[in-house]
């Protein structure tokens, strides 16, 4: 048997090869333990089975040692510093190469085939097996939009569902691992995750669903990365792995490429997008809370000028979006002259809606319109498409994706999942789907939707969630006047530094992200009242900053509604109150749109110990002094 085997540039993360039977192999071991299974590699061409009788060739390693920064990002800086091997395998007269990088925070492998001409691949034979230490794991069903859950999956259940990219497993107590692609185009397509009643903890890649015939192109064919993100719930919130795996930018001038808010209308009034004078309304909002964008979308063709649209926001210091269906931009020159004209009214970026395919045809049209907005120096949030998969560092002007089911559903428009994002469903996201890419999630519902969650929360969104643009989802007479709105017109929507304070799918986060000297912190909770205990290390040593906080408001709850020491203790005479009650109160008290707002000093070593309610939250901006 041959074998190989490359480590993280830190040394605990260790990427071993082998052959078995003419079968090539991967695992990750990560401090001495696999947080992977020996997995097959391999893919089946129309003229050879590539994933079986293959005998070994040669060797080569490498390294990679790299830093680049985004225009818009979680980061200031990323780091790609890999270590390296390219396995090259022959079966009869065709070449298989396996290239393989290992990090400290993850590992990826792709297949390349050389040579020349057409191509036809059948499928592909790589997979993910847990190892049998796994813990638990946390998967959304794959739908051709990415809007759903992401659900913990019994073991003995992997098998009855395909599973869409990213999953994320326990592997070790502590120790996890999200299972991504990344460089995905439209030479191959995106893929997702399957396995079987005989062996439910392998995954195997699989094609697009809806991609009925073999994946075609030319050679060389290279498939997309198959990642294993590795460590810690903060390594694999604050990692730019799949960036890394990408190809570097395609803009010369990056200087549009400009993250933010968005004042949108849509979402709470579906029909205004058509009425001019509301508009007008929604921009002046935009105007009054400092945020660069406002975004017409789906309904303005035949009822907005959107030339004089345009004159309106520049008056008022305002850029606009624009939304299009992706069925109007499939044809080349089609897409290419609406960029030109809506660019030359002074437009600034494009949503581009209902892709719902990974199918390689679907996958190349982003290319195209990744390509064509870059030259008209457009931005682009794809809706209704794929999720992520880093091609952000090729593409820094694609903002954001939905791929997401967030603020939208609130609206109870879809009979398939009338209950909307939860709390929950909020706790999860950040090291699933946020992992990956940024999301258009829409955030900040207070009124003008239900949406289980305290006020608090709805504004924690906006730093535990990542989006490079903010679509936020409230009316203006909503926000102008909440206790919130200092923090929502200040909250950036791109940062220089990501830290995960703590976290728990499901449970809990609190994030901290910081855009220069200023901190943000935003912490969320789902089912169960909690206690965050905030520790301030993260601030700089020696300056004292100053800090508001707005938290859920528990002053009108009962001491038995709230985590242990958060209120005081119950008195004699709420005791005899309850007891003269003919029928205790059967839910919790809690206003869910009060929030307490304070201010106060802080300096690095201090600690906070803030209280949240049932699926509370709270936001808290640090200003140095």
Known sequence: MNEFRITSPDGKLELLLSLQNGTPFYQVILAGKPVLNPSPLGICMAEVDLSRGLTHESIAYDAIDETYSLPAFKKAVCKNQASIVLWTLQKEDKTLQIEGRAYNDGAALRLVLPGEGEAEIISEATGYALPDSAIRVYAQKLIFSYEDHYNPVPFSELHQNPFAFPVLTEALPGVFTLYAEAGVFGNYGGSHLRSTKENKRLFTIQKAPDKLDNIHGKYPVTTPWR??????????????????????????????VKGGVCAWNWMVENDSTKD???????????AEMGWPYYLADGGWPGHIDIPELV????????????????????????????MKLWSSWGVVGLKIDFFESDGQERVAQYDMLAE?????????????????????????????????????????FSTFLPMGPDAAHNCTLPFTRCAVGPADYTPVTFETY??????????????????????FSEKPEVVLKHPCKPFLMEVPACFDETKLLEGEPASHVTMARRYGKDWYVGAICARLPRNVELSFDFLEDGVTYEADLYCDDLSDELPFDAAVGALPAPTQE???????????????????????????????????????SVNGGFALAIHAK
């Open 372 to 412: 064509l907005a870059a030259e008209f120096k457009l931005m682009l949030n794809f809706h209704g498409a794929t999720k992520p998969a880093g091609e952000i560092r090729t593409w820094p002007h694609v903002m954001t994706r939905e791929a997401v089911m967030g603020g939208e559903y609130l609206q109870n």
């Open 450 to 471: 239900l949406t289980g969650t305290t006020d608090a929360h709805q504004t924690a969104l906006t730093v535990v969630g990542t989006s490079y643009i903010q679509n």
């Open 227 to 256: 990642v294993i993100m590795a460590g810690s719930l903060g390594d694999i919130v604050e990692s730019n792995l799949l960036e890394n795996l990408n190809p570097p930018s395609i803009l010369k001038d990056a200087s549009f």
């Open 574 to 612: 709420m005791v005899d109150m309850l007891t003269e009650c003919t029928q205790r109160p059967a839910s919790h008290l809690h206003d869910m749109h009060k929030v307490k707002v304070e201010h106060f000093t802080v300096k690095k070593g201090d600690e906070k110990m803030i209280p949240l």
């Open 276 to 286: 001019i004078d509301r508009i007008h309304d929604f921009v002046n909002y935009a």
């Open 311 to 338: 004159k309106y926001c520049e008056e008022r210091k305002i850029k606009v979006w624009l939304w299009e269906h992706s069925a109007q931009m499939r044809d080349y020159q089609t897409a290419y002259d609406k």
